[in-house]
């Protein structure tokens, strides 16, 4: 069975919003973008993934998933550019 790590990252570029930035990490055992925990597929959070953000300038700032698989960006770690 192929294993694939699925994250979600959204990434916004204004130039008047600053926003938290956040997500999970799963591996999706199905393949089908949805973390299912079922008779049939329990996909577990994923710990220690590296999650880069990059701005449209090219300047990118980098976290890692805690134990539950999510990770954050604040506001003062990627301002709006």
């Known amino acids: 069975m192929k294993t694939t790590i699925l994250g979600a990252m ?3 570029c ?3 919003l600053n926003a938290q930035i956040s997500g999970t990490v799963f591996r999706d055992y199905n393949g089908n973008g949805v973390k299912d925990n079922s008779a049939t597929f329990n ?3 994923v710990q220690g993934i590296t999650v ?3 701005l449209a300038g090219g300047t990118f700032f980098t976290t890692s998933t ?3 698989g999510a ?5 003062a770690q990627v301002p709006a550019g």
């Open 43 to 45: 996909e577990p959070f």
């Open 10 to 12: 959204l990434l916004i």
């Open 66 to 68: 805690n134990i539950s």
């Open 52 to 54: 880069k953000a990059t």
């Open 71 to 75: 990770y954050n960006f604040s506001a």
């Open 14 to 16: 204004c130039t008047s």
